[in-house]
């Protein structure tokens, strides 16, 4: 008898990786092995290079759908905005709590702020940032240490561009905060699914409050101290315990919330962690450091979107825009939007209405 396996020298018959084939005298059989009854997702060329990628099947078994009355909010960074603009467009139930003034163009509107999540907190790069903005929401806590300065107007240190041009006196700032926060409790209050979009690990503390600010001081105001301000990395520990925090706080308010976890996907311009910016750029994604397998055995009715690596055209995105890869095309935003909708169930949106 003569024994050969598939990986042997000479093999004539193209076979499938999943089995080897033993050749005795002129019969071929099969042998079973633990990949042998898998599902054709489970492998790279049948599960992602043969796939269809406009539907991408399999790739996400949602744990709650989105209806056509499901009350959205969102916030976080870019996908989070791309969801909303998706949501209002496709005619879905986008909660925004503190629409455009009447009359505000569409241009100004999102100079300011409005519209670009359900609620005027500007970009939330990290979890410590939400976690810090529902604790201050839930008590309605302004400190004025968060307030900078730039020339004579006066800026909220944690959402600083929000008000492109800042306030005329720091009363006014503390009670735009002030109101603000008060809108971000009646959203919570009011959302059924809540979308955040993990952006970084990297932020800045402010040593003298323990708060992380939106971005270090000098970029938009106030001014750089180093002995008040450090760079920190958040580790995974304490990205997991923020987020267990944000689901405790949120579900005391509010028990029947669902948290849909997805991440960003525009690539890190810069780096203040010392590292060279290649190495750097794949490890400070959250969702690297949140090992989405601990994240999914903890965290019941709460889930995440994984599949922003993918495209309408193969497995790597289009590449990005020149210099500074902020930004992608609108036909793989499209891409995207209706994997989103087929796999949260959500058939009654218009699939193709994604704003650009």
Same mark, same amino acid.
């Given at each position: 008898?003569?024994?050969?396996?598939?990986?042997?020298?000479?093999?004539?018959?193209?076979?499938?990786?999943?089995?080897?084939?033993?050749?005795?005298?002129?019969?071929?059989?099969?042998?079973?092995? @633990?990949?042998?009854?898998?599902?054709?997702?489970?492998?790279?060329?049948?599960?992602?290079?043969?796939?269809?990628?406009?539907?991408w099947?399999?790739?996400?078994?949602?744990?709650?759908?989105?209806? @056509?009355?499901?009350?959205?909010?969102?916030?976080?960074?870019?996908?989070?905005?791309?969801?909303?603009?998706?949501?209002?467009?496709?005619?879905g139930?986008?909660?925004?709590?503190?629409?455009?003034?009447?009359?505000?163009?569409?241009?100004e509107?999102v100079?300011?702020?409005y519209?670009?999540?359900?609620a005027?907190?500007?970009?939330?790069?990290?979890?410590?940032?939400?976690?810090?903005?529902?604790?201050?929401?839930?008590?309605i806590?302004?400190?004025?240490?968060?307030?900078?300065?730039?020339?004579?107007?006066?800026?909220?240190?944690?959402?600083?561009?929000?008000?492109?041009?800042?306030?005329?006196?720091? &009363?006014?700032?503390?009670?735009?905060?002030?109101?603000?926060?008060?809108?971000?409790?009646?959203?919570?209050?009011?959302?059924?699914?809540?979308?955040?979009?993990?952006?970084?690990?990297?932020?800045?503390? &402010?040593?003298?409050?323990?708060?992380?600010?939106?971005?270090?001081?000098?970029?938009?105001?106030? &001014?750089?101290?180093?002995?008040?301000?450090?760079?920190?990395?958040?580790?995974?520990?304490?990205?997991?315990?923020?987020?267990?925090?944000?689901?405790?706080?949120?579900?005391?308010?509010? @028990?029947?919330?669902k948290?849909?976890?997805?991440?960003?996907?525009?690539?890190?311009?810069?780096?203040?962690?010392?590292?060279m910016?290649?190495?750097?750029?794949?490890?400070?994604?959250?969702?690297?450091?949140?090992?989405?397998?601990?994240?999914?055995?903890?965290?019941?009715?709460?889930?995440?979107?994984?599949?922003m690596?993918?495209?309408?055209?193969?497995?790597?995105?289009?590449? @990005?825009?020149?210099?500074?890869?902020?930004?992608?095309?609108?036909?793989?935003?499209?891409?995207?939007?209706?994997?989103?909708?087929?796999?949260?169930?959500?058939?009654?949106?218009?699939?193709?209405?994604l704003?650009?």
């Open positions: 008898m003569a024994v050969f396996s598939f990986l042997g020298l000479f093999s004539p018959l193209a076979v499938s990786p999943r089995c080897f084939i033993i050749f005795e005298t002129e019969k071929a059989c099969l042998l079973q092995n @633990p990949y042998s009854d898998l599902p054709p997702q489970a492998f790279w060329k049948s599960g992602v290079v043969e796939a269809d990628k406009r539907r099947p399999e790739i996400y078994p949602p744990i709650f759908e989105i209806g @056509p009355q499901t009350a959205v909010a969102t916030a976080g960074s870019c996908f989070a905005q791309h969801i909303g603009r998706g949501l209002r467009g496709a005619g139930n986008f909660l925004d709590v503190e629409p455009k003034p009447e009359g505000m163009s569409e241009e509107a100079r300011h702020g519209g670009l999540y359900s005027r907190y500007g970009n939330i790069h990290t979890a410590r940032q939400l976690r810090e903005l529902l604790e201050d929401a839930f008590e806590y302004v400190d004025e240490r968060h307030f900078m300065t730039r020339d004579v107007a006066w800026f909220d240190a944690l959402r600083p561009g929000v008000e492109p041009d800042g306030f005329a006196t720091l &009363d006014d700032a503390t009670e735009a905060r002030r109101a603000h926060l008060l809108k971000v409790v009646e959203l919570a209050l009011e959302m059924e699914v809540f979308v955040f979009t993990l952006g970084l690990t990297e932020g800045w503390i &402010d040593r003298e409050t323990g708060r992380v600010l939106a971005m270090a001081p000098g970029v938009i105001a106030g &001014d750089f101290n180093p002995a008040r301000y450090v760079f920190h990395n958040f580790t995974f520990d304490e990205v997991y315990a923020d987020l267990v925090e944000i689901r405790r706080l949120l579900n005391g308010i509010n @028990p029947n919330v948290l849909l976890l997805t991440v960003s996907s525009v690539r890190l311009v810069g780096t203040a962690s010392g590292d910016f290649w190495r750097r750029r794949p490890i400070r994604n959250p969702f690297y450091v949140l090992r989405r397998g601990t994240w999914r055995r903890h965290m019941r009715r709460w889930t995440t979107f994984p599949p690596k993918l495209s309408p055209h193969g497995p790597r995105p289009r590449p @990005p825009l020149p210099q500074t890869g902020a930004r992608y095309g609108p036909k793989w935003w499209r891409g995207r939007w209706r994997c989103f909708c087929r796999h949260m169930g959500c058939g009654h949106l218009r699939v193709e209405a704003p650009v």
